[in-house]
Structures are given as structure tokens and as C-alpha cells.
């Protein structure tokens, strides 16, 4: 049988990211990877977890075990909206739901509220996995230009100018991934004019706020926001394990409440032991001092790579960002090329990262950039592969 | 803000489903409930899972929290394939992907399958679940009434060939939920030559497979199915706990295929733990022997329930179905009328159970029937509930 007459028209065109096929080549052995959007895994708690995770099924197994409501498991869910409005994040009238990781949180989002064939403004580059959940809803996107300090605010007002379809900007202010750079206030703020002025939502995906290692924290966009238009999305994957897969949505409670019942018909409720998980390590533990921990040695990573990266890339040849936080460094191949036969050599040679190619709205555009992880690799490694990838940029 | 001039088309009719209202009716104290599709806790392994747990995190800590492949825990997926073989479901070509419970299995083969305005045969009364899971892409649902011996061929028949617009068939062929009914093997056959001639696939939703405590095993569609028709659904959710939200679909790679890359804009991959942690319980202990001593737990359970109500209801008012295993037995009032105030009050006298309406392919409808689960409540509830029951039929 054949069935592509059988597959529903969203779907058709839908490619599996190239991340996702690079976590196959991650476990390779000898594999050296900067792809994954992964946290440092010797920050996991992961000999805390196991007590926590062995009381909880001796203690409360039953409920651990068995169905749970759809928004959250109730300490959690009551845990996570006082953050959210101790951070000044929780406006009157908004709603907190857990979600199973910040993933669908961009899925429930776009499921509720874009019809086949809206439009939706994005970084460009941006997150593949937010692309992609998009894409299979039929939406259109349509590429925004990264400044140094964040989206260019000239062409997103163009952009929902000349699309009067656009019903929605995904933005990713703090760390972009993969960019790695973070909107400026004053461009938060612009953002929000504009997204008033032409009567579209913005949905801020924030999975790497307490990633911070350098410079002052700026206001989140659902901080700002007066009218109600900002659907916020966090994570626990980069706080403490993203195995775990649990996230949280904020937003005006009509939304999150369609969210709600859209997940209960996704996914019932999220995996009940990772909430209870969580909600007893933020109870015997200081999660905030684990996230700083975990920063430091982000922190460290960061400006070792760069550091590699200063002695080790031909700067004639390429060109990257220098964040503040978050996982990433970005690439830019200089000769204005595509990058995919520089991935494809590194992978030979056990050096895996992902092309710029998959961050963008065109995939099949010819794309100068790359995204570096900095956080997985161990120092060794990371200097390691990023010698191996100067050695193979000089070759091109 | 008014926020429904920016939702989709497609959740602006979806309601929360009655059950997962019910799930919170549940939590109250003193509540006697026959509403969810719970398993019986008592059998939940739970001390074994502590251990388990404990043993993964200590030993496997970091491959437990870090990000997984999207198509499921190598270990897990191959045993899940290896059974599927085992049992004459995996055909040739066909591929198994690990997803987050039994609906997510649902969702995602809707989501690949669907276009927006195509229509669904489904059994009526069917699982809310799935109804609104096929409602949430806006798809049309058709209802096919159902007899002792499963879904009615001739009315599958008459609804396929009246509205050509349908391009799947959904059945829960075994114990069917909320009916308890399991569809004859003769009838079985007939479904896939009636699919094959109008062209249409098949979703057989299996959650039950497991459960029966009477009775003969009849063949699954999947297994009769020669063609590649048939999309197959399992779950862990009745086998072992519903609240690790792990189950798994089953069928044609090219399907399979297109759901795992919109699973991974879903949710990325189920929770590691959980599936890590089934593997091991696997490996260490006997799960079939587990499955088989809940079983037998739901069996003794259903056989009180239905002593109960022989005892306790008043049988010119009411019948009752009498299922050979899964979860439920299905109610219809005599008189015709509406289950809605029944339900009502006996929530009132602290009995909760789940109205036929909940199931209907139109939920507007008076519907007299209602669902009743035998599993999760201890057999002196059981008695009480149904006592109590019996008060409220014969009031009305």
C-alpha cells in the first residue's frame, strides 16, 4: 500500500529537524557533541532524584501512579503561579498549566490559536522545534531578521504590514536559540506596540531565563505587557533534567484554559512522578542555588569555547556571537556559503553540531550559519572538536 | 481583552470532557467513584517501582535526565516490537513508536491522518478521549450504534457509502470503552473488507487488550489485517500505571514515521524515567504475572458490581451490561430519558460516575445511558455506591 494519499495535507511537507537525527549521531561512541540543546548532565541532581523519586513511590505511589488532572499536580502547579507572580509575570486573570516540557507548550499554543493557513513572525533564525510545531498546524511563516539586540523591529513591523494574516509573533527573547542573543528592553517594549497596533498575540518562549551567566537581567515581554496579549512559555528541562519533560504555560486564562482541555486530549496529563519529582526537590533542596550551580559551569563552558574558538577558528573564514547566556553560540561562515558540507565533514571526523539550514523558515535555502552547544561537552572535548572544526573550516 | 476572536476554528466548539470535571469531583473526601478509567491501585507495584527508580537514577542518572530520542527508549521499543511480533500484529513494514500514553496515540494519528472537514466513523457510544481528540482537528464524527457482538457492519456499511468524505475508521474493538462490549471475530473480518472497499483506515484502540477475566481472546483487527490498514494503539496504562503516561502505537512505517516527526513538535519524547523504569520492572519481575493478578482483581470486582446492582437496582428501570474483562459496564435507563439528573444527584449523595452524553457523538442529546467503573473502588464502596445507586433510579 501506499500512503501518501492517506496523510493528512499538514503533515506532507513536515521533515524530522536535523537535531533530532543528530541525537542518533550523539550516540556514537567517541561522538564529540555540540548539537543538542542539552544541559551540562554532571550538573544533574541526579543522586538527589533518586531518594526523592524512591520516597515518593514508597510514600504516595499510588498517587504517583495513577491518573492525575490535566493542569498539573496541584503543589506544583500552586508552586510554579507564585513564581510566576512573585516575578511579576502573572497579570489578574491569568492562568498556569504544567505541560510536558516547554515543547507543548509551543504545540498547545499554536493548536489553540492559529487556523490553517494564519501567519506567524518568527526569528530568523529560530528554534526548529518551534518551526516545525508550527508548520504542522498549515500556518505560514514568515522570517524575521536578528539585530545584535534582538528581532529587527522595522522589518516585523513590515512583515505584519504586508500580512494582514499574521495572528501571532513566536519570539524567543533571552538566549535565542539559536542566536544566542537577547532582545533588548526597549525592543521588548517596541514589540509590544506593534503587536497592539496590528492586533496579534506573541507567544515568548523563555526556557533559558536563569541561564544567565554575564550582563543584567532584562524584563520578560509578559512582564511588560498591560493589555494581555503574551502567552509565556517556561521549563524545568534547563532548570534541572529535561528528561523529566515538564514545563509550564502563563497566560490570560481563556487561553490557558482551551490549552487545557487541548491537552487532555494530547497527552491526558503530564508524567505525575516528574511533577511530584520536582515539587519535592524544590521542597528538600534550593533549586535556584542548583541553577546558579549549573549557570557557573555553563558560564565557564562558554568562555572556554570562545576561548578555543578565538585560538583555533580562522577568523578570516567565520564569524560568531558571543552570549551571555543560555547554550549556544552561533556561526556565521563568512565566504556567505552554505554550511552543510562543513557539518557533514565535522560529523566524519566526530564533531557534531547542527546547520543553520534547520533554523530557517526556507530550509532549503543555502545557510551560512551553524549552532555550537557549549553546555554538553566536557572541556577537553570542547577543545577537542573545536580545533577539529577550525582544522575542517580551513580545509573548505 | 476578549480573547475568542483569537482562538481557531478548531477548539472554539471542543469542551472539557465530563471526566476530567469528574477527576476533580474525585478528589473530594468521602466520594465513592465509579467515573474514571482507573485500575485498581491496590495493584499497583509500587514498592517495586521505588526501588526501581532509585536504581536508575543512582546508575543511570544521566541518561535517565537528559533528552531521548523521540521514537521511544531503545530497550523499551524493541520489547514492545518483539511482543508485537510475537503476537502476529507486526506485519511486515509495519514500525512501533513509544508515546505519552495510549491518547497520545490517538492524537497523533489523527494529526497525521485528518484533514479538516474529514470525517470518523466511530463506535456510539465512544471514549470521550478519542471524540474530542478527533473533534480538536476539526474533523466530522459519525456514530455508528453498536450491538452485543460489537460495532453494527450494516450501519458502518451505510455510513461509509453515504458520506465518502470518511477516511478512518475508530474502534476500540475489545472491552470497549465506555460499553464494555467486545466486537465478534466474524464482525472483525467484516470491518476490514467493508475498510478496504470504501478505502478507508482503521484505528483499533487496544487499551484492554490485557484485561480479560472471561471468556475467549479474540484475534485483534490488527492481526487479521493483511493490507496495512490498521493503526494499532497500546498502553502501559492498564498493564502496570496510568499516571507514568507510556504507551505505544503500532503499524505501517511510512505512518509511524510522520508520527514520530509530529510527535517530536509534540512533546519531544515520553518521559525517560517512566520508560526506563518499565523496562526494568520488565526485566526484574514478571509483568504478564502482575497483568494477570490485576486482572483477577478487576474480574472479582466486576463479578461484586454486578451482584450489587442484581441486588440494589430496580431492573424494570434499568440494564446493565456484562463484560467479559476491561473496566466498565454500561447502564441504559429504561424509560428513555436523559442520565444527566441521575448523575447529578448522586454526585449530591457522593457517587461519582460519568453520563452516557460524555460518549455521544452529539453531547447535546438526552442519553440515557451512563458508565460505571468496577475497578478503583474497594468492593464495601462498591456496595455502598451502588446501594445508593439503586435509591436514586428508583426516586427519579
Given amino acids: 500500500m501506499q500512503y501518501d494519499p492517506y496523510l493528512a495535507e499538514r503533515v506532507k511537507g513536515l521533515q524530522g529537524s536535523a537535531i533530532?537525527?543528530?541525537?542518533?549521531?550523539?550516540?556514537?561512541?567517541?561522538?564529540?557533541?555540540?548539537?543538542?540543546?542539552?544541559?551540562?548532565?554532571?550538573?544533574?541532581?541526579?543522586?538527589?532524584?533518586?531518594?526523592i523519586a524512591r520516597d515518593i513511590l514508597m510514600d504516595h505511589g499510588v498517587q504517583a501512579l495513577q491518573y492525575g488532572v490535566t493542569e498539573g499536580y496541584g503543589p506544583l502547579l500552586e508552586w510554579v503561579t507564585d513564581r510566576m507572580r512573585h516575578k511579576g509575570l502573572l497579570k489578574e486573570?491569568?492562568?498556569?498549566?504544567?505541560?510536558?516540557?516547554?515543547?507543548?507548550?509551543?504545540?498547545?499554543?499554536?493548536k489553540v490559536l492559529l487556523n490553517e493557513g494564519d501567519g506567524v513572525a518568527v526569528e530568523a533564525p529560530s528554534f526548529v522545534g518551534a518551526l516545525n510545531a508550527l508548520r504542522a498546524y498549515n500556518t505560514r511563516l514568515y522570517g524575521v531578521p536578528i539585530d545584535d539586540d534582538g528581532m529587527n523591529m522595522e522589518a516585523l513591523e513590515q512583515t505584519l504590514k504586508a500580512n494582514p494574516h499574521i495572528k501571532l509573533i513566536y519570539a524567543i527573547p533571552t538566549f535565542q536559540?539559536?542566536?544566542?542573543?537577547?532582545?533588548?528592553?526597549?525592543?521588548?517594549?517596541?514589540?509590544?506596540e506593534i503587536a497592539a497596533r496590528y492586533d496579534v498575540l506573541v507567544m515568548e518562549d523563555n526556557p533559558y531565563e536563569e541561564q544567565r551567566f554575564a550582563g543584567e537581567p532584562v524584563a520578560t515581554v509578559k512582564e511588560l505587557d498591560t493589555e494581555g496579549r503574551v502567552l509565556y512559555l517556561g521549563s524545568f528541562s534547563k532548570m534541572l533534567a529535561p528528561g523529566m519533560r515538564v514545563g509550564w504555560a502563563c497566560g490570560p486564562?481563556?487561553?490557558?484554559?482551551?490549552?487545557?482541555?487541548?491537552?487532555?486530549?494530547?497527552?491526558?496529563?503530564?508524567?505525575?512522578?516528574?511533577?511530584?519529582?520536582?515539587?519535592?526537590?524544590?521542597r528538600r533542596h534550593d533549586l535556584d542555588a542548583h541553577v546558579a550551580e549549573a549557570r557557573g559551569v555553563h558560564g565557564e563552558k562558554c568562555r572556554w569555547m570562545l576561548a578555543c574558538m578565538d585560538r583555533y577558528l580562522p577568523m578570516e573564514k567565520v564569524t560568531w556571537t558571543r552570549p551571555q547566556g543560555g547554550l549556544y553560540i552561533w556561526c556565521t561562515l563568512l565566504d556567505g556559503g552554505d554550511s552543510t558540507a562543513l557539518v557533514k565533514q565535522c560529523a566524519a571526523r566526530k564533531v557534531a553540531f547542527v546547520p543553520g539550514s534547520a533554523f530557517a523558515v526556507d530550509m532549503?535555502?543555502?545557510?551560512?550559519?551553524?549552532?555550537?552547544?557549549?553546555?554538553?561537552?566536557?572541556?577537553?572535548?570542547?577543545?577537542?572538536?573545536i580545533r577539529t572544526l577550525g582544522d575542517v573550516i580551513r580545509s573548505l
Avoid at 368 to 375: E, Q, W
Fill in 20 to 51: 533530532r537525527e543528530i541525537f542518533k549521531i550523539i550516540g556514537q561512541p567517541d561522538m564529540i557533541s555540540f548539537a543538542g540543546g542539552i544541559p551540562a548532565p554532571e550538573c544533574f541532581p541526579n543522586e538527589q532524584l533518586a531518594g
Fill in 177 to 192: 536559540n539559536p542566536s544566542g542573543i537577547t532582545m533588548s528592553l526597549a525592543k521588548r517594549k517596541q514589540m509590544l
Fill in 93 to 110: 486573570n491569568d492562568a498556569v498549566l504544567i505541560t510536558t516540557g516547554g515543547q507543548q507548550g509551543i504545540d498547545l499554543g499554536a
Fill in 253 to 282: 486564562a481563556p487561553v490557558i484554559g482551551r490549552m487545557t482541555v487541548v491537552k487532555q486530549v494530547n497527552d491526558v496529563h503530564t508524567n505525575l512522578l516528574a511533577q511530584m519529582m520536582i515539587m519535592e526537590y524544590i
Fill in 364 to 385: 532549503a535555502a543555502p545557510n551560512p550559519g551553524f549552532r555550537l552547544n557549549f553546555s554538553a561537552a566536557l572541556p577537553e572535548k570542547i577543545e577537542e572538536g
